[in-house]
């Protein structure tokens, strides 16, 4: 048995091999790809509650293959709650798991496998070593949706391909176009364009009045889920660095990728989160969207302030860096790894890595 | 290095150990608990494309956090896809993916962990060797859903608490209550009765208009990933019926748990499945419902039609086989483990194990 060949409780090893559990020793011979040793995979719904529906009207529709019947949708439904989906590593590397945040009108389908198939970042982080909790938010994907005007307040926003082609920043204001072919997009933009209709199959509709039930879900999930390590993206900013505000004591370090909100600076005391570090990314672009300089400015206001309450908060501008061309969606950009990169060596620096 | 230590080519060590890829040899010493060797973990949308909606109404809504404006649904959407997840082991030794179809007012979700928080099918068939792929059937979870009337044709049906508790024989017709201490449940069932308001935290709308598009998407997810094996569970079962009459080359094996509907078996040729074997299977207190008697009548037709085409047909009711105590949701009670037992042994006896 070479020393080379001879493993101890690693989550994954990187060129050709397998694999272990904790506390164990492991041989391996012959060639093969890597592979995760994985303890468990599951899922679960955290928050909300019974909510019963009185004096609903009764539309005619009814389940598929059994014709069209009068539908009584007044009952009991369970609302408010999210959707959370975890991989847990036999061994792993990262001190605390790891919760992926996504934006407005996706769900955790955003850190899985990218619409160009390549491999996204909840493969990143567990070959990287952490367990991966992935959330939808309370209203999308598998949290469900409840009825509207009676549990929610009124309809969905859904977003349009024109709008998220141009605002998550994959072509300038005005570029879009229905057939793909036609579209212009940024001069060395990483997004992978030809896979953006790919994209937009994940979208999902989003309430605008759900906001603070939303949080409540969230907070409940860190709740039961925590000590962690969050990562937001665009409208989980504002949810994250809640969740923070929330449970300082079991969030230990806050990465936001392109916040598009934060609390109100003046309004909140950050003193309690002073021990919670947190990384602001920016990714490329920015200058030609008004929007976006507005918001970068904000959230700005809110690491400044964050800052004199004593917390760690670093900034990052990716392309001064020297990493150019990447989109809102960076988690998807053909440069997703490297992105990541930087949060893993963000991580290791924060000494949240075993 | 002792022989019985040393392991060749397992997706899995029940007792103690990990845990091995392909064409490798793996020494483990030490103790540990079980390990998946996973190769990947992702996901995808399979089928659907654009719809353009123009003309619709602008209600007065918007993005959390951005006060209410007025928002123009009018643009283009991607409709019509489903997703599917996948978890693929280093060494399967299951010679073909296994897809996992839920139910009607549900998704995906129905076979991770359990609502008692229990490991769900997921991982016992991860565990007995197979690539595991979980759908969500168009307009549910992670699939997303579209604009009514414009892209679908009007509003959902959303299964009410009193319904699943009723219908999913968990309690007699009429033991529903609010009020989860007053509920009566059948004598002797085995879903965990407590969890049955986290059950219905999984519920989510359907549309009963749209079963031609449901299974277009499901045909387009049959041509993209298999050969594969497929179960389907209650509403599932009638797209499972086409699935394989749609693609009896590619889908190597069907099982369906207590499916809801099928073909009409003297308006379909089934000499073209004559060669995929089918598993029905049903669970107990099916005497106290007429429609379920009713359903598994309609559905022994199809079966009989299928004997007849020349098909392996195998009808298990589970309680015949002394399996007692099973509601509809059989991947959800206590014992189902049991069950997925039943399924791996035909799975085994069909030879589609390595």
Redesign the interface.
């Known amino acids: 048995?070479s020393s080379s060949t001879k493993r101890h409780a690693l989550g994954i090893v990187g060129l050709g091999?397998?694999?272990?559990?904790?506390?164990?020793?492991?041989?391996?011979?012959?060639?093969?790809?890597a592979?995760?040793?994985?303890?468990?995979?599951?899922?679960?719904?955290v928050g909300?509650?019974?909510v019963?529906?009185t004096g609903a009207a009764m539309?005619t529709?009814?389940?598929?293959?059994?014709g069209?019947v009068p539908?009584d949708?007044?009952?009991?439904?369970?609302a408010g709650?999210m959707?959370v989906?975890y991989?847990k590593l036999?061994a792993p590397r990262a001190k605390y798991p790891l919760l992926l945040v996504h934006g407005?009108g996706l769900?955790?389908?955003t850190w899985?496998?990218k619409p160009d198939?390549g491999?996204?970042w909840?493969?990143f982080f567990?070959k990287a070593g952490h367990d991966v909790y992935i959330g939808?938010a309370m209203e999308r994907?598998?949290a469900?949706?409840?009825?509207y005007p009676e549990i929610y307040k009124?309809?969905?926003?859904?977003v349009?391909?024109?709008?998220a082609w141009e605002t998550f920043r994959i072509g300038p204001l005005g570029s879009y176009q229905?057939d793909p072919a036609k579209r212009t997009a940024l001069p060395g933009v990483l997004f992978p364009t030809a896979y953006f209709?790919?994209f937009?199959?994940?979208?999902?509709?989003?309430?605008?009045?759900?906001?603070p039930d939303?949080q409540k879900a969230y907070d409940a999930l860190v709740q039961k889920i925590c000590p962690c390590v969050i990562v937001v993206h665009s409208?989980g900013g504002?949810f994250g660095f809640n969740m923070v505000r929330h449970a300082p004591d079991k969030v230990k370090a806050l990465v936001a990728l392109e916040p598009?909100?934060s609390p109100d600076p003046a309004k909140v005391d950050l003193k309690p989160v002073m021990n919670v570090p947190t990384l602001v990314v920016w990714a490329d672009f920015l200058e030609g969207y008004e929007r976006w300089l507005e918001i970068r400015t904000n959230i700005s206001k809110y690491e400044d302030a964050l800052r004199a309450a004593g917390a760690v908060v670093d900034h990052v501008d990716l392309p001064k860096t020297g990493i150019k061309g990447n989109s809102h969606m960076m988690m998807m950009d053909r440069n997703s790894d490297q992105v990541a990169g930087v949060v893993q060596k963000w991580f290791e620096k924060q000494g949240l890595m075993k």
Chains 1, 2 share one sequence.
């Open positions: 048995m091999l397998l694999v272990a559990a904790a506390g164990s020793q492991i041989t391996v011979t012959g060639q093969q790809s592979a995760l040793a994985i303890k468990e995979i599951g899922s679960m719904h909300g509650g019974n019963s529906v539309p529709t009814a389940p598929a293959g059994r069209s539908y949708p007044n009952g009991d439904y369970e709650q959707y989906q991989v036999a407005g769900t955790g389908v899985e496998t198939g491999p996204g909840q493969m567990l939808d994907g598998r469900s949706w409840a009825r009124g309809p969905p926003t859904m349009i391909k024109k709008i229905t209709d790919q937009a199959k994940q979208m999902v509709p989003m309430w605008g009045s759900n906001g939303i409208q504002n598009s909100g």
